[in-house]
């Protein structure tokens, strides 16, 4: 890959925060929806915030009001400030750049950060 590079993953406890950071390739930044998705052990993989070309936010229902997506087109970064954290949102997290093209679409994906949330 070596178009998406994550940090900001680690340990911390529940009810702390933590900020990831993905920085991208800026060929693909500005024409990308920029996402983050979560896997847990045993579990699919989960999207859980999208910050389109435009700005606009989504997020799954499980972390509204705890986390925040958010794009520096300056900088080719997005980023997922994650508050209240929860031991359930333990997971490895990915930075995904999502290109649609007229025809198709591909997916850039990180190498995947932890977080995990453990007391």
């Known amino acids: 890959q070596g178009n998406l590079e994550e940090s900001g993953g680690g340990l911390v406890q529940p009810g702390g925060s933590l900020n990831l950071s993905c920085v991208v390739d800026?060929?693909?930044?500005?024409?990308?929806?920029m996402k983050w998705y979560r896997q847990a052990p045993g579990k699919q993989r989960e999207l859980v915030a999208t910050a389109t070309k435009g700005g606009d936010t989504n997020y799954v229902d499980s972390v509204k009001g705890r986390f925040t997506i958010s794009r520096d087109n300056a900088k080719n970064t997005v980023y997922l400030r994650m508050n209240s954290l929860k031991p359930e949102d333990t997971a490895v997290y990915f930075c995904?750049?999502?290109?649609?093209?007229?025809?198709?679409?591909?997916?850039?994906w990180g190498q995947g950060t932890q977080v995990t949330v453990s007391s």
């Open positions: 995904c750049a999502a290109f649609s093209y007229p025809g198709g679409h591909y997916d850039y």
């Open positions: 800026e060929s693909i930044f500005s024409v990308s929806a």
